[in-house]
């Protein structure tokens, strides 16, 4: 094996770039996400080739909804070590209607709710600087 | 179709080892089951091995043929990986395996070591069995995990966390004869509420520990028990897995589990019972509401009704249908891969009254063993029968 990036220092090496995901995620940077819908009209996330729910394998790209709202969430105080300086931090799962995404909510832990209404953004993680999907309440 | 006996079982103490390697905890256990069927290790014809996360535990893959050699056996042996269904889903593939005929003599375990990687390398470790780019980069945790079907639990079904806390002071309760379980000590439902929280609603004693340990059960045809005159008067005679989507958030459901459902319904067919047959269950409570979810996934009792129950007493070692009378993954222990067949042995024990809490419940017939995966992405049911 050759050296490259691989050599980097452990969890300080760059991520390669993981098709779908990463584009879902610049696409939301970019104020445009979307969800994959087949044409049984049910959603699901990239990458995928077969709807998760039906077998379909007609997948187009939809744009997400613009809000959402908060299905359930959890105060994650005893994180991985990715998250270690995150905590505590609010883990949520968020409804967009045919699809869900989970991620972390941008607020007070005391002033998140279920039903609340939350838009969606790319922010990072404080501990790796890593990028993940955040909810910003509305 | 073989009849599947139960031959013998043996388990580790289960605590924190940091020192003691998985091939070590493997073979205590594996020879205290093959001690305890009288079975020669030259006589296995196959290891079936559970584990989830040697490679990052103890930088060790490749464990099957590890742990045949450290028990003594030469023979093929594979290694199975289900997240904390790892040893579940080994015991199904080996009732398979004896039920066609293809094999005599098996010896089914599973090992994890867990305390060495410290509790932030234990909790990255066990994330991994969540969906890695939709949940864990987005600060999900195993807790974290549970405490979200939790709420979404409270909110559907209504209840709250002094419901789950009875749960964990059952289950200590009931480990206190087990001289194998990692926790020995009574608790109270205000210490349970007190402990400071892990991932909201979910607190440190609605949670499992951090494990070490190891677990065997030693499975033989009728005919072999028979003609070798071993006392197997246990069988496996029912068996079952269900599957769902791997991340929460592509569920149908976050306080149901069909995955356990589909395991017990396909498990009670097979045997030819009913829930109203079951006796006595372990099941996965890797968290208090782990437990409630379980015991209404086995049809013990409708969505809703579960969280209840150990507060009302009914899962006692008094009541109608005991749980987790050895202490379940909350008292006992959750050595990950370990877990299913250390529910095996237990429910095998309580049958042939050997078990610590066999005095408080007498003679029994029917149990289940039910092992979760994941956060439910997985699930084994295993209905065991005194048959002679």
């Known amino acids: 094996m050759s050296g490259d990036e691989r050599d980097g220092e452990a969890g300080g090496s760059e991520r390669v770039r993981d098709a779908g995901f990463d584009d879902l995620l610049d696409a939301i940077e970019a104020g445009e ?30 744009p997400l909804p613009d809000s959402g709202t908060v299905s359930t969430y959890t105060v994650v105080a005893v994180p991985t ?55 910003v309440p509305r | 179709m073989s009849e599947v006996r139960v031959a013998g079982t043996g388990m580790t103490d289960f605590g924190r080892f940091p020192e003691r390697t998985g091939r070590d905890l493997f073979a205590e256990a594996g020879l205290a089951a093959l001690d305890d069927a009288g079975v020669d290790p030259g006589d296995v014809e ?15 893959g490749h464990m099957g043929p590890l742990m045949a050699e450290a028990v003594g056996v030469n023979a093929p042996a594979t290694r199975y990986e289900a997240a904390c269904a790892s040893s579940g889903v080994a015991v199904r593939e080996a009732v398979r395996s004896v039920r066609t005929g293809e094999s005599d003599v098996l010896l089914v375990g599973g090992t994890e070591r867990m305390t060495n990687m410290g509790t932030a390398g234990a909790t990255e470790g066990l994330s991994i069995a969540a969906d890695d780019l939709y949940e864990i980069r987005a600060g999900m945790t195993f807790p974290g995990a549970y405490a979200l079907m939790a709420r979404a639990y409270f909110e559907e ?3 709250d966390s002094t419901d789950l806390a009875h749960v964990a ?13 990692q926790f020995r000590s009574a608790i109270t439902v205000d210490q349970v509420l007190d402990a400071p929280r892990i991932a909201d609603p979910l607190g440190l004693y609605d949670s499992c520990p951090i494990t070490d340990g190891a677990s065997a059960v030693v499975l033989v045809s009728e005919a072999f028990a028979e003609r070798n005159g071993l006392d197997a008067s246990v069988a496996v005679t029912g068996s079952g897995q269900g599957g769902d989507k791997l991340a929460l958030q592509d569920r149908e459901y976050f306080a149901r589990t069909p995955a356990s459902t589909a395991a017990a319904e396909e498990a009670y067919a097979d045997a030819g019972i009913t829930a109203d047959d079951v006796e006595v269950a ?21 969505p809703g009704e579960g969280l209840g129950a150990a507060r009302r007493g009914e899962t006692t070692r008094h009541g109608d249908v005991p749980v987790n009378l050895s202490g379940g993954l909350k008292a006992k222990g959750h050595p990950v891969g370990a877990t299913g067949v250390a529910q095996l042995a237990s429910i095998t024990n309580l049958l042939t009254g050997t078990h610590a809490r066999s005095p408080d419940v007498g003679d029994l017939r029917v149990g289940v063993a039910h092992n979760a995966g994941g956060t439910v992405a997985s699930a084994t049911v295993h209905v065991l029968e005194v048959v002679a």
């Open chain 1, 33 to 62: 996400g979307h969800y994959l819908r087949c044409s049984n009209d049910h959603g699901s996330l990239p990458p995928r080739r077969v709807c998760p729910h039906c077998g379909d394998r007609d997948l187009t790209e939809r």
């Open chain 2, 46 to 60: 196959h290891v079936f091995f559970g584990n989830f996360m040697g490679e990052l535990a103890e930088h060790q």
């Open chain 1, 81 to 135: 070590p990715q998250f270690a300086d995150d905590a505590p931090y609010v883990t949520a799962v968020v409804d967009f209607g045919t699809v869900r995404l989970t991620g972390v909510v941008d607020a007070d832990p005391e002033a998140v709710e279920t039903g609340m209404t939350v838009g969606v953004t790319v922010g990072t993680s404080e501990t790796t600087g890593d990028r993940l999907v955040r909810f």
């Open chain 2, 282 to 302: 372990e099941v996965h409570d890797c968290f208090t509401i782990a437990e409630v979810l379980a015991i209404e996934s086995l049809g013990l009792y409708d």
């Open chain 2, 169 to 181: 002071v059952k289950n200590h309760e009931h480990a206190l004869p087990n001289e194998h379980a």
């Open chain 2, 157 to 159: 079904f209504g209840g």
